[in-house]
């Protein structure tokens, strides 16, 4: 979390109480500093199952406590204890030899169950309170199961759920019972493993004998997952509710008890997209997010301790600094979609691809191209350039993240933002911007800044949104105003200084670019055009932008079409039906 992240968290909520594992290197718990309950509650909830919960309460707007809360929980802690994480407990424990297998993590979801009574009875959460739910993968599962057993209780006014690249829950048998009575049934047979019959034969009635055997010992305090008494309970759940899981993930897979109040939020990549825990099972309606492509490979993995990792497409990260940008969008522009940016703003941003393997990388400079080019349009021309980190991984660099959520901040505080909220439609920049870019001052800013979004006013407000622009850009607004109370005669005479030609031209720039990106074409990979259609090349020496249009032919010299920077430019080499722009402010 960055420090902007954290201020306006800190301004917005305040822990009520965290239950986490704090797992050390060997797997026990560490207590937290301070908190008596602990041993009561390391009891009541079993520990050892790697559940970790935070209890969270909305401040209203004076800073006062309010009566919302919103209970989140974690996702696996992907590493072992001897890295710093829990994948003896999560990993192995409740996803692999879990929902994996049969679509339950039951001994998180019974220590949940636990939790949430502990917090209801300490008085943590309070009787009439209204509680939202939230979780990531794992969590995602854990939330989902908790909103459908709880939904309707009457203590408590359940809110909404939303979980993130959330694993869906598996089926069972309906006429066994409910999925109260499913965790009920499984927290008994765990505690007397003699409640369940012996179904006969085979394993089943082995595993039985073993776990009475343990009956009259303590649980292992570092994970209840190796525990025979554990092995049993499971099995004799799943044999008595019939529980079955659907690995493959579909969008469509919904039909949770809870769906009016569930959403599942989850990243979508505009490059082959890839989840393989986002959507599986069954989960609740889906809303997908535009987020940036990552390589599904970095390095050999990260398997067996080997350096890299795979599927950081699954990082909840993507979806948080997404969904950042995407609000400061809609404050600007109310009608504005999390669709629209998912299927056309994010992918016309960037051209860059995920690449797999040793040189891993991603498509690292889409979220910093479109916050950039609000800043520009907004602030002025001054603003600096947001940085990222190349390489696999470096969307989560925090350095990287600090500076684009500063920048992001310093935007949304901007006078000339909060001028502009509400006042402006936000699309995706295209070739049809030279023909209203004349009585438009948003659109020429698009045009000179090669931006691949176009701020619109909304009716109303157009005088409006263009003195906040002109007040931010009032060089090139004074040369706009010029040009526009120009006759057509008189810029055909060469008076203009954004001409017909250079609206036209750079237009025809933009709107290649916008469409290699959505492509995701290379500087150096040909688009467009066959053999023996004449190629163009593009350039604009102030971005450093600069990319073909048609395949390359021999007999066919390319068309250039060049925009010079602040400096004296040279076009040093013989070209038919150019076009060159010189350097503009």
């Known amino acids: 979390m960055t420090s902007v992240q954290a201020d306006e968290f800190l301004s917005k909520y305040s822990v009520v109480h965290q239950w986490s594992d704090n797992p050390t290197p060997t797997g026990s718990r ?13 009891d009541e909830i079993l520990a050892n199952t790697g559940l970790s919960a935070t209890l969270i309460r909305k401040k209203n707007p ?8 919103t ?12 890295k710093g994480g829990d994948g003896e407990r999560d990993k192995a424990g409740a996803d692999i030899t879990s929902i994996a297998f049969n679509g339950f993590a039951l001994a998180q979801q019974d220590a949940l169950e636990r939790y949430y009574t502990w917090l209801k009875q300490n008085g943590q959460l309070p009787t009439g309170a209204r509680l939202n739910v939230t979780g990531y993968s794992l969590g995602g599962n854990l939330a989902t199961v908790f909103t459908e057993i709880h939904k309707s209780d009457a203590d408590i006014q359940f809110g909404e759920t939303v979980t993130f690249n959330g694993a869906g829950r598996g089926s069972f048998n309906e006429a066994a019972g409910s999925l109260r009575d499913m965790i009920d049934y499984y927290h008994a047979v765990l505690n007397d493993p003699r409640l369940a019959p012996d179904p006969g034969g085979g394993i089943p009635s082995s595993q039985r004998g073993a776990a009475i055997a343990k009956l009259g010992t303590a649980f292992d305090a570092k994970t209840l997952y190796n525990d025979e008494r ?12 019939g529980l079955t899981f659907q690995p493959l993930t579909s969008e469509s897979r919904t039909g949770t008890s809870a769906d009016a109040l569930i959403t599942q939020v989850f990243g979508y990549e505009t490059i082959n997209n890839t989840n393989f825990t986002a959507n599986s099972g069954i989960h609740g309606p889906t809303l997908r997010v535009g987020i940036e492509s990552q390589p599904l490979l970095e390095g050999t993995g990260g398997f067996f301790d080997t350096v890299g990792d795979f599927g950081s497409g699954h990082s909840i990260t993507l979806i948080a600094d997404s969904l950042a940008l995407q609000r400061a969008m809609h404050d600007l522009d109310s009608s504005f979609a999390i669709d629209r940016f998912t299927t056309s703003i994010l992918p016309s941003a960037s051209n860059r691809k995920p690449v797999n393997g040793a040189a891993a990388n991603y498509e690292a400079d889409a979220l910093e191209s479109v916050l950039d080019a609000l800043r520009h349009a907004i602030v002025g021309p ?24 500063a920048n992001l901040e310093a935007l949304t505080d901007s006078d000339a933002f909060n001028a502009l909220t509400g006042k402006v439609n936000i699309s995706t920049s295209s070739t049809s911007l030279s023909s209203v870019a004349r009585n ?4 020429l800013l698009s045009l000179i800044t090669l931006s691949s979004i176009t701020l619109k006013a909304t009716v109303g407000n157009e005088s409006a949104v263009e003195t906040v622009l002109a007040n931010s850009h009032n060089g090139i607004y004074i040369d706009w105003l010029a040009d526009k109370n120009l006759t057509q005669a008189e810029r055909d005479a060469g008076k203009a200084i954004y001409s017909d030609k250079y609206l036209a031209d750079r237009s025809a720039m933009l709107g290649w670019m916008v469409t ?30 600069e990319f073909d249009l048609g395949m390359s032919n021999p007999a066919i010299e390319k068309r250039q079409t060049q925009f010079g920077g602040d400096s004296s430019d040279r076009a040093a080499r013989n070209v038919s039906a150019c076009h060159v722009a010189g350097g503009l402010a």
């Open 30 to 42: 560490l207590p937290p500093d301070g908190d008596p309950s602990f041993d009561q509650l390391n």
């Open 62 to 69: 004076d800073g006062s406590a309010s009566t919302e809360y």
């Open 71 to 82: 209970l989140a929980i974690r996702s696996t802690e992907f590493r072992d204890w001897s």
């Open 230 to 241: 554990y092995a049993w309970a499971v099995t004799a759940t799943q044999t008595k509710f």
């Open 382 to 405: 001054a603003v600096q350039k947001t940085d990222f980190k190349d390489g696999a991984g470096g969307f989560g660099d925090i350095a990287m993240r600090e500076g684009f959520y």
């Open 440 to 443: 438009d001052f948003a659109a």
């Open 516 to 545: 290699r990106n959505q492509l995701d074409i290379g500087a150096t990979e040909p688009l467009g055009a066959g053999p023996g259609v004449q190629g163009m090349h593009f350039k604009d020496v102030a971005s450093g932008t």
